[in-house]
């Protein structure tokens, strides 16, 4: 502001208009004199994520298309339950790991969204909470679109934004960010002491049937994992999760059970979240007969595994866990 000689409190106008009342244009500065929006307007855009349409679920939830400036979409997902209002947010336009259980891993990874992105996402998303639901998102999870690790500098930069006092102000023990194992970059979050939680997407608990279905675990194996881990929570203190999607005939024995305690046994873990498979056109995966689930879920019980299990919503608009695909639908009426 100072270099087109306008007093410096023009500058923190614009930072309240971008990072507080997240203007869509410059026009919208409506406490900037016109000749300034004007000058403004000449040199600079607002790259404001957009909502395309919205999707809503017989059970409350939202999934959205969010178009980018540049054309690109992902989607977000708005998750209601008793208690919560969570956004699950994407970090990436794509993916680039495809695990093949997973819709986004069959979708070429096109770029990296810039931290701006990500706070758009979530600041989309407690407007519709508040506009839906009455009131603010009280999480925000990223298992969206996209691996968070591989845009580690934005994801972090966008937390930082996000937990601001003059952001949105939201703690970060209420931000989970979720991997599908990059060791190297977890160990990167130990020493950068950061202070949200982390939840590693496991879904098999010896490194030959994690390969199958994971091909990261090729480069980043079980034992680096571990490792990685262990630091994270040295550094840290802060709360870990395993993600563990049951397929049938897969990963669902009593064998596996076993294999999954040594694991969780070896790393400071919180709680396993166990969660149904949801399917999509790309896999021929499996859900396990019910009673399949039930004795997995009891060898964990039995074992001392703080274990949940985790219905999956959104599933009659493709917007469960594992199901986004960035597909065009029609949208559908709230």
Known sequence: MKDMGEPKFRAKQVYEWIWQQYAASISDMTNLPKA??????ENYFIPKVKTHHSQFSSDGTIKNRLELHDGYFVESVLIPTDSRLTACVSSQVGCSLSCKFCATGYLPRKRNLDFDEIVDEVTLLNEQANKHYGKNLTNIV???????LLNYKNVLKA???????DGLGMSPRRITVSTAGVAKMIHQLGEDEVRFKLALSLHAANDEKRDTIMPINE?????????SLNHFYK??????????????GLNDSIKDAEELVKIYRRVPADLVNI???NPIDAAHFEKPE?????QFMNYLAAKRVNAHLRRSRGKDIDAA????????HTPSAP
């Open 275 to 277: 969660i149904e498979y």
């Open 290 to 294: 019910e009673d399949t689930v039930e």
């Open 159 to 165: 937390i930082e934004r996000i937990t601001s006092p």
């Open 235 to 248: 550094k840290t203190g802060n709360e870990i999760t395993f993600e563990y999607i049951l397929f049938k």
């Open 36 to 41: 300034l929006r004007e000058k403004l307007a």
């Open 142 to 148: 990223f298992m969206g679109m996209g691996e968070p």
């Open 321 to 328: 866990c594992g199901q986004l695909a960035n597909v065009d």
């Open 219 to 227: 480069t980043n194996n079980l034992e680096a994992l571990v490792e």
